[in-house]
């Protein structure tokens, strides 16, 4: 059985990890939730002229789903937590560059973001910060198994502690890298053309696949590293073995 949601001038959707909310982004910038149980709209956020959404994704924990929102306005971006069972806002950072990149630690107490020239965490008790420098950076995957953020810029990937910032070691890359993805043990980055896989335990490249004939515009780990899935900017959605 089948059952639709119809929409106009939808720009970004996303879905809760317990798969009960459905979230939307019309070009006009109103949020909108909706019960995936009922088909009702549970919540819905007026647009904010002043700005523009350019991301957002869920984050679940035992007690709570979250929203984490970015704003892009003229000369900063507001990056907001939403509790959507209260509808309430938890949090919210302001940041004096385009933030490119973020993601949120499971027990929600810090999240993770990446502008262009540098990696923040900031803790959301407390607002406070800390931060390094990375000039050129393009993507970030945070792994919270392994405590290490993955960082692109220029022809690398910086490796770091997540709780620290100390850098624990870079790979080498043939070229500038616009999305990164981790799994347990792989970790998959996007190129021009290419998708690359290494090998997390001793940071050897597994393999390169080359798609030439049609443009990628997202990569995707399955949980256990057995599958990558990539999406195609027509609409088309392949997946290979990861190992």
């Known amino acids: 059985h089948t059952q639709k949601l119809h929409f106009q001038s939808l720009s ?3 879905i809760s ?3 009960k909310t459905f979230a939307t982004l019309d070009k006009s910038g109103n949020l909108h939730f909706w019960n995936l149980e009922t088909l009702e709209i549970k919540n819905a956020l007026q647009a904010d002229t002043s700005s523009t959404v350019s991301s957002f994704s869920f984050v679940n924990s035992e007690n709570a789903t979250y929203l984490v929102q970015v704003n892009q306005q003229k000369k900063e971006s507001i990056l907001t937590l939403w509790d959507l069972y209260s509808s309430e806002i938890r949090s919210s950072f302001s940041e004096s560059s385009p933030i490119l990149d973020t993601a949120i630690d499971s027990k929600l107490k810090k999240v993770f973001y990446l502008t262009k020239e540098k990696l923040v965490s900031v803790s959301i008790e407390n607002n406070r910060k800390q931060e390094i420098k990375i000039p050129s950076s393009t993507s970030f995957a945070y792994s919270e198994s392994l405590k290490q953020i993955f960082v692109a810029n220029a022809n690398s990937i910086q490796i770091f502690h997540s709780d620290t910032f100390q850098k624990l070691r870079e790979i080498k890359t043939s070229e500038k890298l616009s999305q990164l993805e981790i799994g ?3 970790l998959a980055g996007l190129g021009a053309s290419k998708i690359y896989i290494w090998d ?3 940071d050897s490249l597994l393999q390169t696949i080359t798609k030439e004939t049609a443009k990628v515009s997202a990569i995707k780990l399955s949980k256990k590293d057995s599958y990558l899935g990539i999406g195609f900017e027509l609409g088309a959605v392949e997946v ?3 190992k």
Do not use: R
């Open 17 to 19: 990890a317990d798969k």
């Open 200 to 202: 997390l335990d001793n």
């Open 184 to 186: 347990t043990k792989l």
């Open 240 to 242: 290979y073995d990861a």
């Open 12 to 14: 970004l959707s996303s």
